[in-house]
């Protein structure tokens, strides 16, 4: 069960129309290293992590990522929803513009549809944990690259408040891999 | 916001730190006070939470009636207009 709270995890504050910059932060809406990858990756990877911090870490990250979903959502819906069709086209966003008109949807910043193929869920829990490290410095790292690319100043301190939980978040998996590397060898029955 | 966001990082933390007793005190004292602060915001705006876990208080459905968060500009805490 999830419960909706009518909030964002992190203001979103947008100085101007800026379908160029939205271009690129929906990315991170549905992108490989994006928050809608990071959620669904940690949700379903959670069934088969064989301990109780295991299990608690990927439930939280993963419907923490589902707030950052909404932020970046929120990000770029505002950043083109005064956009006019010159704008649109001057910032290369028509091929978008005429399948989705100014809604949010599943796309990297190349206008490539999110795919499954994207995440992975390999049930060995040394694999999946692995997997969630990389991804959140891979999803570190996109931001950084977004920070670098932001004309806006105030779009830049939300993605700063996301590339932070990015680093919390590998944190917390590591700790999490060698808690599960102790459950492993302390494990006396073998199956 | 902050109370929350205290919440959510005592969360993570003692999700891997299970038995750090000053992160369970923090995350007991931070939970308190977030209830009572959104129990605040709940009787001026409407509910917070849908499916009963926010109180909607008031003769109309009030979670329908304030704004949804994208359409607010934190930037001085303003609506969008329409287009």
Redesign the interface.
């Known amino acids: 069960m999830w419960i909706y709270e009518k909030k964002l995890e992190y203001p979103v504050r947008v100085s101007s129309t800026n379908p160029r910059l939205a271009k690129v932060i929906i990315t991170q809406y549905g992108g490989p290293d994006g928050e809608l990858a990071a959620s669904l990756r940690y949700l379903t990877q959670r069934y088969s992590m064989p301990t109780p911090q295991a299990k608690a870490v990927l439930t939280d990250i993963g419907t923490e990522e589902l707030a950052h979903m909404e932020i970046v959502a929120t990000l770029v819906y505002n950043l083109i929803r005064n956009a006019t069709v010159e704008q649109i086209k001057a910032a290369g966003l028509d091929p978008y513009y005429v399948d989705h008109d100014k809604s949010v949807y599943f796309v990297n910043a190349e206008g490539v549809p999110w795919t499954a193929a994207y995440i992975q869920s390999k049930g060995d829990p040394i694999a999946d944990l692995h997997e969630n490290m990389a991804a959140e410095q891979k999803a570190r790292a996109t931001y950084e690259y977004l920070i670098n690319v932001s004309d806006d100043p105030d779009v830049t301190d939300t993605l700063r408040f996301l590339r932070q939980r990015e680093v919390v978040h590998f944190q917390r998996f590591g700790e999490t891999l060698n808690l599960v590397h102790d459950w492993l060898s302390s494990k006396k029955v073998f199956y | 916001?902050e109370l929350?966001?205290a919440a959510?990082?005592l969360?993570?933390?003692l999700?891997?730190?299970?038995e750090d007793r000053c992160a369970l005190a923090d995350f007991e004292k931070v939970s308190q006070e977030l209830m009572k602060a959104k129990t605040e915001f709940e009787a001026r705006y409407g509910?917070?939470?849908?499916?009963g876990?926010g109180r909607n208080q008031g003769d109309t459905w009030r979670?329908i009636e304030?704004p949804?968060?994208?359409e607010i500009?934190?930037?001085g805490f303003e609506l969008?207009g329409e287009?």
């Open positions: 916001m929350e966001f959510i990082e969360n993570l933390f999700d891997t730190h299970p509910p917070l939470m849908n499916f876990f979670w304030s949804w968060p994208w500009n934190f930037k969008y287009e």
